[in-house]
């Protein structure tokens, strides 16, 4: 499996996921790629913003080595799924995508997690540390379905 995970800027919601998925297919011995990016250009190369990092180190998960990148639209061809963080991030994946094949692999992220569709995750730029705590925790949760639903 090959999973991307996108928000705007990658660099406090979508390297939290792609951290955490990592850590979860590590601990169930699964040998899937996972990424992420950002749709807009804003951050590129720089590290995951300190609470992000922070909230990360906090759960033992590394995420320091993690560098922005912009999405492409190359990524629709490595990728089997990209997940939209919110629904502004589905509505411009959505607008770059090619064919049916490349809309197919977008998927709102927290469509995974609640039976209510067309949920965001809230974006915490804006906000304090416990925005982040709140970010990691529904993170955790929507990364936890993913790897369950593999595997049932
Ligand atoms: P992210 O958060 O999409 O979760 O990485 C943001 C980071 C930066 C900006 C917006 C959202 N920005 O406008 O610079």
């Given at each position: 499996m090959k999973i991307l995970f996108?928000?705007?800027?990658?660099?406090?919601?979508?390297?939290i996921a792609e951290g955490v998925l990592k850590h979860k297919c590590h601990q169930s011995k699964l040998d899937w790629i996972i990424d992420s990016a950002g749709t807009h250009s804003?951050?590129?190369?720089?590290?995951?913003?300190?609470?992000?990092?922070?909230?990360?180190?906090?759960n033992g998960i590394d995420i320091s080595y993690q560098r922005a990148r912009q999405f492409n639209e190359s990524d629709f061809k490595k990728f089997d799924?990209?997940?939209?963080?919110?629904?502004?991030?589905?509505?411009?994946?959505i607008q770059k995508a090619n064919s049916e094949s490349d809309k197919s692999k977008i998927i709102l992220l927290l469509d995974e997690l609640y039976k209510q569709k067309g949920k965001s995750v809230?974006?915490?730029?804006?906000?304090?540390?416990?925005?982040?705590?709140?970010?990691?925790?529904?993170?955790n949760l929507v990364c936890e379905a993913i790897i369950n639903k593999h595997f049932n």
């Amino acid at each position: 499996m090959k999973i991307l995970f996108v928000c705007i800027g990658n660099i406090c919601r979508s390297p939290i996921a792609e951290g955490v998925l990592k850590h979860k297919c590590h601990q169930s011995k699964l040998d899937w790629i996972i990424d992420s990016a950002g749709t807009h250009s804003y951050h590129i190369g720089e590290p995951p913003h300190k609470s992000s990092h922070l909230i990360c180190e906090q759960n033992g998960i590394d995420i320091s080595y993690q560098r922005a990148r912009q999405f492409n639209e190359s990524d629709f061809k490595k990728f089997d799924k990209i997940y939209a963080f919110a629904t502004d991030v589905y509505d411009t994946l959505i607008q770059k995508a090619n064919s049916e094949s490349d809309k197919s692999k977008i998927i709102l992220l927290l469509d995974e997690l609640y039976k209510q569709k067309g949920k965001s995750v809230k974006d915490p730029w804006y906000g304090g540390f416990d925005d982040y705590e709140d970010v990691f925790e529904e993170i955790n949760l929507v990364c936890e379905a993913i790897i369950n639903k593999h595997f049932n």
